[in-house]
Protein backbone atom coordinates (compact mmCIF):
# COMPACT_ATOMS: atom_id res chain seq x y z
CA UNK A 1 0.00 0.00 0.00
CA UNK A 2 1.28 3.41 -1.02
CA UNK A 3 1.25 6.02 1.47
CA UNK A 4 -1.98 7.34 -0.54
CA UNK A 5 -3.95 4.92 0.47
CA UNK A 6 -6.49 6.22 2.90
CA UNK A 7 -7.05 5.00 6.85
CA UNK A 8 -10.74 3.77 5.61
CA UNK A 9 -9.14 1.60 3.17
CA UNK A 10 -6.65 0.42 5.07
CA UNK A 11 -9.43 -0.09 7.52
CA UNK A 12 -11.77 -1.88 5.14
CA UNK A 13 -8.67 -4.06 3.68
CA UNK A 14 -7.69 -5.91 7.45
CA UNK A 15 -11.99 -6.05 8.09
CA UNK A 16 -11.60 -8.50 4.60
CA UNK A 17 -8.52 -10.27 4.83
CA UNK A 18 -6.81 -9.71 8.38
CA UNK A 19 -8.08 -12.00 11.20
CA UNK A 20 -10.62 -10.25 13.04
CA UNK A 21 -8.81 -11.20 16.37
CA UNK A 22 -6.13 -8.14 15.75
CA UNK A 23 -7.42 -5.38 17.18
CA UNK A 24 -6.85 -1.76 16.64
CA UNK A 25 -5.96 1.48 19.16
CA UNK A 26 -8.36 4.21 19.73
CA UNK A 27 -11.86 4.93 17.97
CA UNK A 28 -10.09 6.90 15.18
CA UNK A 29 -6.88 4.83 14.58
CA UNK A 30 -3.95 6.37 13.86
CA UNK A 31 -1.58 5.34 10.96
CA UNK A 32 2.33 5.89 11.75
CA UNK A 33 4.71 6.26 9.19
CA UNK A 34 7.81 7.30 11.06
CA UNK A 35 9.11 7.18 14.87
CA UNK A 36 12.13 8.94 16.12
CA UNK A 37 13.67 8.71 19.79
CA UNK A 38 10.47 9.19 22.35
CA UNK A 39 8.30 10.29 19.31
CA UNK A 40 6.32 8.85 16.83
CA UNK A 41 4.87 11.11 13.41
CA UNK A 42 1.63 10.52 11.75
CA UNK A 43 0.76 10.64 8.37
CA UNK A 44 -0.13 14.20 8.40
CA UNK A 45 2.91 15.11 10.29
CA UNK A 46 1.43 15.15 13.93
CA UNK A 47 3.68 14.54 16.57
CA UNK A 48 3.38 12.02 19.41
CA UNK A 49 4.82 11.92 22.84
CA UNK A 50 5.06 7.91 22.87
CA UNK A 51 4.92 6.75 26.96
CA UNK A 52 3.61 3.50 25.64
CA UNK A 53 6.49 1.64 23.61
CA UNK A 54 8.83 -0.49 25.88
CA UNK A 55 9.65 -2.19 22.64
CA UNK A 56 11.45 0.91 20.92
CA UNK A 57 13.54 0.38 24.80
CA UNK A 58 16.54 2.76 23.33
CA UNK A 59 14.21 5.02 21.04
CA UNK A 60 12.37 4.35 17.75
CA UNK A 61 15.09 4.13 15.01
CA UNK A 62 17.79 4.58 17.33
CA UNK A 63 20.93 5.35 14.36
CA UNK A 64 23.24 2.81 16.08
CA UNK A 65 20.53 0.15 16.15
CA UNK A 66 19.41 0.73 12.19
CA UNK A 67 23.26 0.95 11.02
CA UNK A 68 24.03 -2.12 12.82
CA UNK A 69 21.26 -3.90 11.34
CA UNK A 70 21.53 -2.82 7.91
CA UNK A 71 25.15 -2.74 7.43
CA UNK A 72 24.65 -7.01 8.57
CA UNK A 73 21.72 -7.36 6.67
CA UNK A 74 23.96 -6.34 3.33
CA UNK A 75 26.38 -9.04 4.19
CA UNK A 76 25.06 -11.89 5.13
CA UNK A 77 22.28 -13.50 7.17
CA UNK A 78 22.30 -17.53 7.73
CA UNK A 79 21.11 -19.79 10.72
CA UNK A 80 23.10 -20.65 13.94
CA UNK A 81 24.94 -23.86 12.17
CA UNK A 82 27.72 -21.32 10.92
CA UNK A 83 29.91 -19.72 12.79
CA UNK A 84 29.36 -16.15 13.45
CA UNK A 85 30.57 -13.54 15.92
CA UNK A 86 27.58 -11.71 16.00
CA UNK A 87 26.06 -14.48 18.24
CA UNK A 88 28.85 -14.37 20.91
CA UNK A 89 29.27 -10.88 20.57
CA UNK A 90 25.35 -10.40 21.78
CA UNK A 91 26.42 -13.08 24.14
CA UNK A 92 28.94 -11.10 26.13
CA UNK A 93 26.98 -7.90 26.23
CA UNK A 94 24.11 -9.89 27.93
CA UNK A 95 26.03 -11.99 30.15
CA UNK A 96 27.75 -9.00 31.51
CA UNK A 97 24.35 -7.63 33.11
CA UNK A 98 23.30 -10.95 34.41
CA UNK A 99 24.75 -12.69 37.21
CA UNK A 100 27.06 -15.43 37.39
CA UNK A 101 24.78 -18.20 38.12
CA UNK A 102 22.94 -17.15 34.58
CA UNK A 103 25.50 -18.59 31.97
CA UNK A 104 23.89 -19.95 29.46
CA UNK A 105 21.68 -18.45 26.62
CA UNK A 106 19.53 -19.34 23.78
CA UNK A 107 18.41 -17.39 21.36
CA UNK A 108 14.91 -16.81 19.97
CA UNK A 109 12.13 -14.52 17.89
CA UNK A 110 9.95 -13.48 20.45
CA UNK A 111 8.92 -13.24 24.29
CA UNK A 112 6.16 -15.99 23.85
CA UNK A 113 9.05 -17.97 22.13
CA UNK A 114 11.43 -17.29 25.10
CA UNK A 115 8.60 -18.66 27.57
CA UNK A 116 8.01 -21.36 24.98
CA UNK A 117 11.60 -22.68 25.56
CA UNK A 118 11.76 -21.88 29.63
CA UNK A 119 8.71 -24.54 29.99
CA UNK A 120 10.58 -26.74 27.83
CA UNK A 121 13.63 -26.35 29.77
CA UNK A 122 11.33 -27.18 32.87
CA UNK A 123 9.98 -30.22 32.19
CA UNK A 124 13.02 -31.88 30.44
CA UNK A 125 14.89 -30.95 33.77
CA UNK A 126 12.24 -31.66 36.10
CA UNK A 127 10.32 -34.23 34.10
CA UNK A 128 7.24 -32.51 35.82
CA UNK A 129 4.67 -30.44 33.64
CA UNK A 130 3.02 -28.71 36.46
CA UNK A 131 3.46 -24.95 36.36
CA UNK A 132 2.64 -22.25 39.20
CA UNK A 133 1.97 -18.63 37.77
CA UNK A 134 0.03 -15.61 39.07
CA UNK A 135 -3.78 -14.45 38.37
CA UNK A 136 -3.89 -12.26 35.41
CA UNK A 137 -0.38 -12.89 34.60
CA UNK A 138 0.60 -12.51 30.80
CA UNK A 139 3.48 -14.67 29.13
CA UNK A 140 2.38 -15.37 25.37
CA UNK A 141 0.67 -16.03 22.30
CA UNK A 142 1.99 -19.84 21.96
CA UNK A 143 -0.73 -22.96 23.19
CA UNK A 144 1.59 -23.23 25.92
CA UNK A 145 2.21 -19.72 26.81
CA UNK A 146 -1.69 -19.31 26.77
CA UNK A 147 -1.83 -22.26 29.20
CA UNK A 148 -0.23 -20.44 31.79
CA UNK A 149 -1.53 -16.89 30.90
CA UNK A 150 -4.42 -16.26 33.67
CA UNK A 151 -4.65 -13.17 31.28
CA UNK A 152 -5.78 -14.97 28.84
CA UNK A 153 -7.60 -17.85 29.63
CA UNK A 154 -9.51 -16.55 32.63
CA UNK A 155 -10.60 -13.50 29.95
CA UNK A 156 -12.92 -12.82 27.24
CA UNK A 157 -12.61 -16.48 25.09
CA UNK A 158 -10.97 -18.34 27.43
CA UNK A 159 -11.66 -21.43 29.18
CA UNK A 160 -10.09 -21.69 32.28
CA UNK A 161 -6.76 -22.71 33.67
CA UNK A 162 -6.01 -26.16 31.99
CA UNK A 163 -5.08 -28.92 34.84
CA UNK A 164 -1.37 -28.39 35.12
CA UNK A 165 -2.10 -24.88 35.63
CA UNK A 166 -1.70 -23.67 39.01
CA UNK A 167 -3.33 -20.03 39.37
CA UNK A 168 -2.20 -17.92 42.49
CA UNK A 169 -4.09 -15.03 43.48
CA UNK A 170 -2.70 -11.44 42.11
CA UNK A 171 -0.23 -10.64 44.70
CA UNK A 172 -1.94 -6.93 44.57
CA UNK A 173 -1.22 -4.45 47.80
CA UNK A 174 -3.50 -1.66 46.96
CA UNK A 175 -6.63 -4.05 46.40
CA UNK A 176 -5.87 -7.96 46.26
CA UNK A 177 -6.80 -10.29 48.41
CA UNK A 178 -3.85 -9.35 51.27
CA UNK A 179 -3.31 -4.92 51.14
CA UNK A 180 -0.83 -3.29 52.77
CA UNK A 181 2.97 -2.83 52.43
CA UNK A 182 3.39 -6.52 55.17
CA UNK A 183 1.72 -9.12 52.61
CA UNK A 184 5.07 -10.58 51.10
CA UNK A 185 4.57 -13.50 53.32
CA UNK A 186 0.84 -14.22 53.02
CA UNK A 187 1.22 -13.94 49.25
CA UNK A 188 4.22 -16.82 49.79
CA UNK A 189 1.44 -18.77 51.04
CA UNK A 190 -0.94 -18.46 48.17
CA UNK A 191 2.18 -20.09 46.19
CA UNK A 192 2.58 -22.87 48.78
CA UNK A 193 -0.97 -23.68 48.53
CA UNK A 194 -0.78 -24.20 44.78
CA UNK A 195 2.16 -26.53 45.77
CA UNK A 196 0.04 -28.10 48.04
CA UNK A 197 -2.68 -28.60 45.99
CA UNK A 198 -0.13 -30.50 43.24
CA UNK A 199 1.34 -31.99 46.10
CA UNK A 200 -2.28 -33.79 46.64
CA UNK A 201 -2.79 -34.87 42.95
CA UNK A 202 0.22 -36.95 43.86
CA UNK A 203 2.10 -35.05 41.22
CA UNK A 204 5.39 -33.05 41.33
CA UNK A 205 6.11 -29.26 40.73
CA UNK A 206 7.46 -27.90 37.20
CA UNK A 207 8.05 -24.76 38.12
CA UNK A 208 7.06 -20.94 38.97
CA UNK A 209 7.08 -18.34 36.82
CA UNK A 210 6.13 -14.46 37.03
CA UNK A 211 6.77 -11.21 35.82
CA UNK A 212 9.06 -9.30 38.42
CA UNK A 213 6.39 -5.85 38.12
CA UNK A 214 2.92 -7.46 36.94
CA UNK A 215 2.24 -5.68 34.17
CA UNK A 216 -1.38 -6.81 32.26
CA UNK A 217 -2.22 -7.65 36.07
CA UNK A 218 -2.01 -3.72 35.90
CA UNK A 219 1.43 -2.75 36.96
CA UNK A 220 1.74 -4.80 40.27
CA UNK A 221 4.94 -3.95 42.26
CA UNK A 222 5.58 -7.26 44.21
CA UNK A 223 5.35 -7.06 47.57
CA UNK A 224 8.61 -6.79 49.79
CA UNK A 225 10.19 -10.39 50.35
CA UNK A 226 7.54 -12.51 48.34
CA UNK A 227 9.26 -13.18 45.62
CA UNK A 228 12.36 -14.90 48.17
CA UNK A 229 9.73 -16.72 50.14
CA UNK A 230 7.92 -17.90 46.73
CA UNK A 231 10.70 -19.09 45.16
CA UNK A 232 12.09 -21.22 48.10
CA UNK A 233 9.10 -22.82 48.22
CA UNK A 234 9.21 -23.51 44.74
CA UNK A 235 12.47 -24.66 45.11
CA UNK A 236 12.06 -26.70 48.42
CA UNK A 237 9.19 -28.81 46.21
CA UNK A 238 11.66 -29.75 43.52
CA UNK A 239 10.07 -26.67 41.10
CA UNK A 240 12.10 -24.03 38.73
CA UNK A 241 11.47 -20.38 38.82
CA UNK A 242 11.38 -18.66 36.19
CA UNK A 243 11.85 -14.60 35.72
CA UNK A 244 9.72 -13.13 32.49
CA UNK A 245 11.62 -10.19 32.06
CA UNK A 246 10.21 -9.78 28.48
CA UNK A 247 8.31 -6.30 29.41
CA UNK A 248 10.86 -4.97 32.23
CA UNK A 249 14.04 -5.58 31.15
CA UNK A 250 18.00 -4.05 29.54
CA UNK A 251 17.61 -1.44 32.39
CA UNK A 252 14.17 -0.39 32.77
CA UNK A 253 14.19 -0.85 36.54
CA UNK A 254 16.57 1.95 36.95
CA UNK A 255 17.99 0.82 40.27
CA UNK A 256 19.07 -2.44 38.75
CA UNK A 257 19.29 -3.75 34.58
CA UNK A 258 16.86 -7.09 35.68
CA UNK A 259 14.04 -7.11 37.48
CA UNK A 260 14.37 -10.13 39.65
CA UNK A 261 17.48 -8.17 40.98
CA UNK A 262 15.14 -5.98 42.93
CA UNK A 263 13.81 -8.53 44.61
CA UNK A 264 17.51 -10.09 45.57
CA UNK A 265 16.63 -13.36 44.19
CA UNK A 266 18.88 -15.49 40.78
CA UNK A 267 16.09 -17.58 39.06
CA UNK A 268 17.06 -20.57 36.85
CA UNK A 269 15.64 -19.03 33.74
CA UNK A 270 15.11 -15.82 32.43
CA UNK A 271 13.37 -14.73 29.63
CA UNK A 272 14.29 -11.40 27.37
CA UNK A 273 11.88 -9.93 24.85
CA UNK A 274 10.38 -6.96 23.56
CA UNK A 275 13.57 -4.61 24.49
CA UNK A 276 16.67 -6.58 22.93
CA UNK A 277 15.84 -5.94 19.70
CA UNK A 278 14.31 -2.46 19.72
CA UNK A 279 11.80 -3.74 17.44
CA UNK A 280 13.02 -6.23 15.40
CA UNK A 281 11.88 -9.90 16.48
CA UNK A 282 14.90 -10.52 18.90
CA UNK A 283 14.63 -12.67 22.18
CA UNK A 284 16.29 -14.94 24.58
CA UNK A 285 16.37 -17.41 27.42
CA UNK A 286 19.13 -17.24 29.86
CA UNK A 287 19.67 -20.12 32.09
CA UNK A 288 22.13 -21.85 34.55
CA UNK A 289 24.34 -24.04 33.49
CA UNK A 290 22.63 -27.27 35.21
CA UNK A 291 19.38 -26.34 33.81
CA UNK A 292 20.99 -26.19 29.54
CA UNK A 293 22.91 -29.17 30.49
CA UNK A 294 19.70 -30.83 31.18
CA UNK A 295 17.57 -29.51 28.60
CA UNK A 296 20.50 -30.78 26.25
CA UNK A 297 19.12 -34.32 26.42
CA UNK A 298 19.87 -35.79 22.76
CA UNK A 299 17.48 -33.54 21.07
CA UNK A 300 18.47 -30.66 18.70
CA UNK A 301 17.02 -27.22 19.45
CA UNK A 302 17.24 -25.81 15.92
CA UNK A 303 15.61 -22.35 15.55
CA UNK A 304 15.76 -21.15 12.33
CA UNK A 305 15.76 -17.16 12.19
CA UNK A 306 16.81 -17.34 16.42
CA UNK A 307 20.38 -15.98 16.76
CA UNK A 308 20.87 -15.31 12.89
CA UNK A 309 23.27 -12.57 12.06
CA UNK A 310 21.60 -9.76 11.61
CA UNK A 311 19.34 -10.28 14.79
CA UNK A 312 22.35 -10.40 16.78
CA UNK A 313 24.11 -7.51 15.10
CA UNK A 314 20.78 -5.33 16.63
CA UNK A 315 20.65 -6.93 19.70
CA UNK A 316 24.38 -6.23 20.79
CA UNK A 317 24.06 -2.53 19.71
CA UNK A 318 20.69 -1.82 21.50
CA UNK A 319 22.55 -3.76 24.85
CA UNK A 320 25.91 -1.22 24.08
CA UNK A 321 23.65 1.86 23.82
CA UNK A 322 21.81 1.53 26.76
CA UNK A 323 25.49 0.95 28.29
CA UNK A 324 26.70 4.23 26.57
CA UNK A 325 23.96 6.18 26.57
CA UNK A 326 23.70 4.94 30.77
CA UNK A 327 19.97 4.42 29.96
CA UNK A 328 19.88 2.61 33.25
CA UNK A 329 20.87 5.61 35.41
CA UNK A 330 18.59 7.98 33.09
CA UNK A 331 15.63 5.73 33.63
CA UNK A 332 15.97 5.59 37.48
CA UNK A 333 16.28 9.38 37.44
CA UNK A 334 13.26 10.24 35.29
CA UNK A 335 11.75 7.63 37.00
CA UNK A 336 11.94 8.83 40.00
CA UNK A 337 11.17 12.23 39.31
CA UNK A 338 7.92 11.28 37.30
CA UNK A 339 6.63 9.11 39.91
CA UNK A 340 7.23 11.52 43.11
CA UNK A 341 5.26 14.06 40.75
CA UNK A 342 2.28 11.59 39.61
CA UNK A 343 2.13 11.17 43.77
CA UNK A 344 1.58 15.01 43.89
CA UNK A 345 -0.62 14.62 41.43
CA UNK A 346 -2.37 11.93 42.97
CA UNK A 347 -2.57 14.29 46.61
CA UNK A 348 -4.24 16.56 44.33
CA UNK A 349 -7.17 14.18 42.39
CA UNK A 350 -7.86 11.67 45.07
CA UNK A 351 -9.49 8.97 42.10
CA UNK A 352 -5.88 8.51 42.15
CA UNK A 353 -5.66 5.62 43.97
CA UNK A 354 -2.31 4.46 44.32
CA UNK A 355 1.08 5.25 42.28
CA UNK A 356 3.79 2.53 41.29
CA UNK A 357 6.13 0.85 39.72
CA UNK A 358 9.72 2.08 39.27
CA UNK A 359 12.12 2.92 36.86
CA UNK A 360 10.57 3.70 33.75
CA UNK A 361 7.46 1.62 34.43
CA UNK A 362 4.80 2.84 35.96
CA UNK A 363 1.26 2.74 36.44
CA UNK A 364 -1.40 5.12 38.36
CA UNK A 365 -4.97 2.98 39.25
CA UNK A 366 -8.05 4.85 39.30
CA UNK A 367 -10.81 4.26 42.19
CA UNK A 368 -13.66 6.14 43.47
CA UNK A 369 -13.57 6.52 47.35
CA UNK A 370 -15.07 3.18 48.05
CA UNK A 371 -12.07 1.33 45.60
CA UNK A 372 -14.02 0.36 43.37
CA UNK A 373 -11.89 0.26 39.80
CA UNK A 374 -13.11 3.53 37.16
CA UNK A 375 -12.73 2.15 33.93
CA UNK A 376 -13.98 4.54 31.96
CA UNK A 377 -12.43 7.23 33.86
CA UNK A 378 -9.05 5.69 32.49
CA UNK A 379 -10.37 5.10 28.67
CA UNK A 380 -11.40 8.52 28.94
CA UNK A 381 -7.81 9.55 29.87
CA UNK A 382 -6.01 8.10 27.77
CA UNK A 383 -7.97 9.25 24.91
CA UNK A 384 -7.97 13.19 26.01
CA UNK A 385 -4.44 12.59 26.17
CA UNK A 386 -4.34 11.52 22.62
CA UNK A 387 -6.01 14.36 21.45
CA UNK A 388 -2.98 16.20 23.21
CA UNK A 389 -0.54 14.43 21.72
CA UNK A 390 0.74 12.27 23.92
CA UNK A 391 0.19 8.62 24.06
CA UNK A 392 -0.38 6.13 26.69
CA UNK A 393 -2.06 2.66 27.55
CA UNK A 394 -4.69 1.43 30.18
CA UNK A 395 -4.49 -2.19 31.25
CA UNK A 396 -5.39 -4.37 34.33
CA UNK A 397 -8.06 -7.01 35.25
CA UNK A 398 -10.21 -3.89 35.50
CA UNK A 399 -8.96 -1.48 32.98
CA UNK A 400 -8.54 1.01 35.33
CA UNK A 401 -4.68 1.50 35.30
CA UNK A 402 -2.78 3.90 33.21
CA UNK A 403 0.41 2.78 32.27
CA UNK A 404 3.54 4.29 31.81
CA UNK A 405 6.35 2.58 29.87
CA UNK A 406 8.54 5.11 27.29
CA UNK A 407 11.00 4.83 24.97
CA UNK A 408 14.12 4.84 27.53
CA UNK A 409 15.81 8.22 25.88
CA UNK A 410 12.26 10.13 27.58
CA UNK A 411 12.94 12.88 29.19
CA UNK A 412 12.49 14.96 32.46
CA UNK A 413 11.06 17.69 29.95
CA UNK A 414 9.20 14.84 28.71
CA UNK A 415 7.84 14.08 31.94
CA UNK A 416 6.87 17.71 33.11
CA UNK A 417 4.55 17.92 29.78
CA UNK A 418 3.06 14.40 30.97
CA UNK A 419 2.13 15.42 34.30
CA UNK A 420 0.77 19.24 32.65
CA UNK A 421 -1.53 17.41 30.29
CA UNK A 422 -2.45 14.89 33.10
CA UNK A 423 -3.16 17.62 35.61
CA UNK A 424 -4.90 19.84 33.23
CA UNK A 425 -7.39 16.68 32.00
CA UNK A 426 -7.60 14.89 35.98
CA UNK A 427 -9.64 18.67 35.93
CA UNK A 428 -12.61 17.86 33.78
CA UNK A 429 -15.99 17.53 33.89
CA UNK A 430 -15.87 13.41 33.50
CA UNK A 431 -13.71 12.50 35.44
CA UNK A 432 -16.35 13.62 38.40
CA UNK A 433 -18.93 11.63 37.17
CA UNK A 434 -20.50 8.90 38.61
CA UNK A 435 -20.74 5.39 37.11
CA UNK A 436 -24.87 5.85 36.47
CA UNK A 437 -23.93 9.60 35.40
CA UNK A 438 -21.67 7.91 32.38
CA UNK A 439 -24.51 5.41 31.51
N1 LIG B 1 5.72 -12.02 28.45
C1 LIG B 1 5.23 -10.82 28.78
C2 LIG B 1 5.31 -10.35 30.18
C3 LIG B 1 4.65 -10.01 27.79
O1 LIG B 1 4.17 -8.81 28.10
C4 LIG B 1 4.61 -10.47 26.44
C5 LIG B 1 4.04 -9.62 25.31
N2 LIG B 1 3.17 -8.63 25.66
C6 LIG B 1 5.12 -11.75 26.16
C7 LIG B 1 5.68 -12.48 27.19
C8 LIG B 1 5.06 -12.32 24.78
O2 LIG B 1 5.96 -11.68 23.96
P1 LIG B 1 5.75 -11.63 22.36
O3 LIG B 1 4.54 -10.82 22.08
O4 LIG B 1 7.03 -11.03 21.88
O5 LIG B 1 5.62 -13.04 21.89
Known sequence: ASNSTSNDEIIAYRKRHLGKSLSLQYKTPIKMVRGAGQY??????????????????????????????QEQMALINTNTRYLHENINNLAKELLETLPTELSVLHFVNSGSEANE??????????????????????HGNTNMCIDISSYKFDGKGGKGAPEHTHIFPLP????????????????????????????????????????????????????????????????????????????????????????????????????????????????????????????????????????????????????????????QAHALKVGEFL???????????????????????????LVDASMNPLAEQTDYLANRMKDHGILMSTDGPDHNVLKIKPPMVFTLENAKELIFYLRKILAEDFMKMTAEEIK
Open 40 to 69: LLDQYGRKYLDTVNNVAHVGHEHPDVVKAG
Open 117 to 138: LAIRMVKAVTGEKDIIASEVGY
Open 172 to 327: DAFRGNYRGEQTGEAYAGEVQKQIDIIHGKGRGVGGFIIEPIISCGGQINLPEGFLDLAYKNVRAAGGLCISDEVQVGCGRMGKTFWGFQLHGVIPDIVTIGKPLGNGHPLAAVACTKEVAEKFANGMEFFNTFGGNPVSCAIGAEVIKVVKRERL
Open 339 to 365: KSELKKLAMDFPIIGDVRGEGLFLGIE
